[in-house]
């Protein structure tokens, strides 16, 4: 079993930046794909940044070139960088992990899930 624990959200002003981190517990994830979810009122959850065991990302198309997602498997956390933000941007956001090292942008396949981190963009 693995546990995820999100810290970092909070309310900024448009244009300001946020550190989102996961913690895991449980199990090492270095083998895990590993992936940052939001969830807006009234909006399906989306995906917003993944990352495979190997590093590779891959982002929503609106977050290109303003956030990043990071890991480090010897900590077994993940951080989301996000800058330039949006009020677009304000969501809860989810940590998610799955038991593959194959990234994808399906909720469905992560089986691990954090309670999430409230994100609030002021314009």
């Known amino acids: 079993q693995v546990q995820l624990v999100e810290s970092g959200g909070g309310l900024v002003q448009a244009g300001d930046s946020l550190r989102l981190s996961c913690a895991a517990s449980?199990?090492?994830?270095?083998?895990?794909?590993m992936a940052w979810f939001r969830q807006a009122p009234g909006k399906e959850r989306e995906f917003v940044a993944g990352?495979?065991?190997?590093?590779?990302?891959y982002y929503l198309d609106s977050v290109k070139g303003r956030f990043t997602i990071s890991r480090d498997n010897a900590k077994n956390s993940i951080d989301l960088h996000m800058s330039r933000l949006k009020p677009e941007d304000t969501a809860v956001y989810h940590c998610?992990?799955?038991?593959?090292?194959?990234?994808?942008?399906?909720?469905?396949?992560?089986?691990?899930w954090g309670q999430g981190t409230q994100v609030t963009i002021s314009s």
């Open positions: 449980g199990r090492t994830f270095g083998t895990f794909a």
């Open positions: 998610a992990a799955r038991e593959s090292d194959i990234l994808t942008r399906n909720f469905d396949d992560y089986k691990y």
């Open positions: 990352i495979s065991w190997s590093a590779a990302t």
